[in-house]
């Protein structure tokens, strides 16, 4: 089994900048990619981010440009860089990893979640 605990949601202005990190463990030698999800107040669970074993950066149409994704194979870490945040990015972030797959399905292992709030 893989935990995931993620940190560094807040409350930021519009326009400023945030930092979310990950880190797994468990069975965390098993993961072929990890990534982000976030869900917004009475929408769907929806993909934000996330790299493959070997792959390439991966990004919602919505942040390319503002977010950026990096991982740390040896420390079994993810994060997402978020720039020039938007009120719409306001949402509850999830950590995910995958042991074989990234955006055919919906990825097995998921963090609690942390809150990104995007207000003036």
């Known amino acids: 089994q893989v935990q995931l605990v993620e940190s560094g949601g807040g409350l930021v202005q519009p326009g400023g900048s945030l930092r979310l990190s990950c880190a797994a463990s468990?069975?965390?030698?098993?993961?072929?990619?990890m990534g982000w999800y976030r869900q917004a107040p009475g929408k769907q669970r929806e993909l934000v981010a996330g790299?493959?074993?070997?792959?390439?950066?991966d990004y919602a149409d919505s942040v390319k440009g503002r977010f950026t994704i990096s991982r740390d194979y040896a420390k079994n870490t993810v994060s997402l860089q978020m720039n020039n945040l938007k009120p719409e990015d306001t949402a509850v972030y999830y950590c995910?990893?995958?042991?074989?797959?990234?955006?055919?399905?919906?990825?097995?292992?998921w963090g609690q979640g942390t809150q990104v709030t995007v207000s003036s």
């Open positions: 790299i493959p074993n070997g792959g390439n950066a």
């Open positions: 995910t990893a995958d042991p074989k797959q990234w955006r055919k399905t919906w990825p097995v292992h």
């Open positions: 468990g069975s965390s030698a098993s993961i072929f990619a």
